[in-house]
């Protein structure tokens, strides 16, 4: 991870793909704020939403109350998909938002949440913070005029919902499904016909009946949002998103303001709720399949063939981005060359070990 | 040193497990302060090392430089396993230390580390921040006059290292073997004699011989320890630490002292510190392994049968200890309750994903 020497002039390079150009910092040290935070995410979602509150807080708290960022759900002051917009325009300083929102600007931006048969919640934040993901992603975003940070991963997610069972590679044809980002295109390919919602449009969709399947999270969000009372049969896992980060965006001008003591807040902060947000969900996601289970949810593995499908598709969509898109095509390199080479030593300890434990506890069941 | 300016009185309480408790603070927003952290761990030990320094780094830069916390190696000025003694006397304000260290005091400080078949590395985090395990350890650091943090997890770590092949239960007996806090108890079930050695000394008792066996924690720092040069075959997984967390120890009367800024970019430092760690080990263990298999290292997983009797004597010394001590009992069934609930959960999502994309990966390099 790269330090900022802010202060003095011309070092605000040492910020991977920033311009190193000279900027204006604030006079004081510790100068009094208000800022703006748009998030893509509603109240109702507390983990999504709560993990902006909970960077927040520690911003503020570890300020003294001088730098006070107030966040506002998605729709209130910016369109849910429209938060890196805005924090580019500077009409708000910050955004809280998911890069694969905006995979129609730049498929790049899909990297800093989730591609198919990606990264999983720790590969992410290691290629983020340990290996070449931060400086790729704020290359990415440099075009957007933004600074990002993780923000919150939610862990692997689930297959989504759906009205009839999926039994082979035909069932997928033809189905309408809310799905975001990449996986639309993948889907496409075998027929699906991918539609992106924000949140709060998701249920009414399907309530209309011009929604037939639905991917949101996980257990516990799924639930929130009710999808269980119009669609029988739940899938995993969740293939397109693996592990899927959410990200804080500052915009550029205003970042470079800053003094260091606040832009170092600002890292530790947002480390701290990427964090928590999925230990959240970890803590909440088990016991909401429970109660999904209980009220007659069906939990269902994807067959093996629709996941190969799946899989095959997704390459051919991966080349035929590259194809098109030079930087795509580097970022897909790094990205699925990090997997590769991370895979195999999370199966021997990690694996083997909660593979075991995972056993005994259903020996012991019975 | 200029922490003596008690001039108003007001509550700490807000701060996540700390005591509600009118304390003094000082009359400044931000003083003044030089503390020293003792480690448990060696310079040369970057990932552990290392966590401790980059909480220090947060710390430092979040209050423009004014809490300025000086880390020392273990044994430069306290002995690296009495750095929770140290503390409780406020010899030091902080240490960076393992509970499992001082199992011998107490049982129950190992849940602060890792016990055996106990939470892998996400589980532990939703244990401590969003269930029952910070309260608890709170509780039974309270004993010590410390304000624990968790600070760092290195993840499921390696069965560690062998001279000879473990093929049965039977060759347990005897054997010779560095492991720390709870695993020893349930393996000397088995026959092994276990010795507790920090770091440093592993090393030259196994080159005296008298040591047959080493588990440390995983490629990474076992390649630096030199222990593929004495023992050939690399066991796995760690049954007896499937996510072993590292800890900040604070004294709680200076913890009770500090304004609540200081303490809230301590919590969030020490989030954004237990994440990194992860992140760390994960980038780093794979390269290292590699270079171990190519140098003649021989991987190896327990046996089924071997699995199965450590988790049977594990049982046995769960049983032994709750039979002893109230207070381990009521902790145990807290955390394993919570190990029950959770796991299931995992198999789903994560470990389905993981299991694909592993499997896809192998038959691609075919």
């Avoid at 260091?260 to 999925?278: F, G, H, L, N, W």
């Avoid at 190969?308 to 898109?325: F, L, P, R």
Wanted: net charge positive; glycine share 10%; with cysteine.
């Amino acid at each position: 991870m790269q330090r900022r020497s802010f202060l003095k002039k011309a070092s605000v390079g040492a910020v991977a793909g920033s311009a190193a150009v000279a900027a204006p910092v604030f006079a004081q040290d510790t100068p009094t704020l208000n800022w703006r935070l748009a998030s893509s995410f509603t109240r109702g979602l507390d983990t999504l939403w709560g993990t902006g509150e909970l960077f927040s807080r520690y911003v503020r708290e570890g300020t003294n109350g001088k730098f006070n960022i107030r966040n506002f759900p998605g729709g209130e002051i910016v369109p849910p998909l429209q938060v890196l917009d805005a924090v580019q325009k500077n009409t708000v300083e910050m955004g809280n938002s998911s890069g694969y929102y905006y995979h129609g600007k730049d498929p790049s931006l899909s990297f800093d949440t989730a591609v198919p048969f990606g990264l999983n919640v720790r590969q992410m934040n290691a290629w983020m913070w340990e290996a070449d993901g931060m400086k790729l992603m704020r290359e990415v975003y440099g075009d957007y005029n933004i600074i990002n940070f993780p923000l919150g991963n939610t862990g692997t997610q689930m297959g989504g919902w759906y009205r009839k069972e999926i039994k082979s590679v035909d069932d997928l044809k033809g189905l309408k499904m809310r799905t975001a980002g990449f996986a639309g295109e993948v889907l496409s390919l075998l027929g699906v016909v991918p539609q992106q919602l924000p949140a709060g449009d998701i249920y009414p969709a399907l309530e209309k009946g011009t929604l037939d399947a639905v991917e949101f999270v996980g257990p516990y969000d799924d639930e929130k949002l009710g999808f269980a009372k119009v669609a029988k049969f739940y899938y995993y896992p969740g293939w397109w998103e693996g592990g899927a980060q959410t990200s804080l965006y500052i915009n550029k001008g205003e970042w470079e303001k800053l003094p260091k003591s606040y832009q170092s807040i600002i890292e530790a902060a947002s480390r701290a709720a990427t964090v928590t947000m999925t230990a959240r969900y970890d803590n909440l996601n088990s016991t909401a399949l429970r109660r999904l289970l209980s009220q007659g949810t069906q939990l269902r593995p994807f067959p093996r063939a629709v996941m190969d499908a799946c899989w095959d598709a997704t390459q051919k969509v991966y080349e035929q981005t590259s194809a098109k898109n030079e930087r795509f095509k580097r970022i897909l390199a790094n990205y699925m060359g990090y997997r590769d080479e991370l895979v195999p030593w999370f199966r021997i300890a990690e694996a083997s070990y909660d593979q075991y434990v995972g056993a005994a506890l259903s020996r012991a069941k019975k």
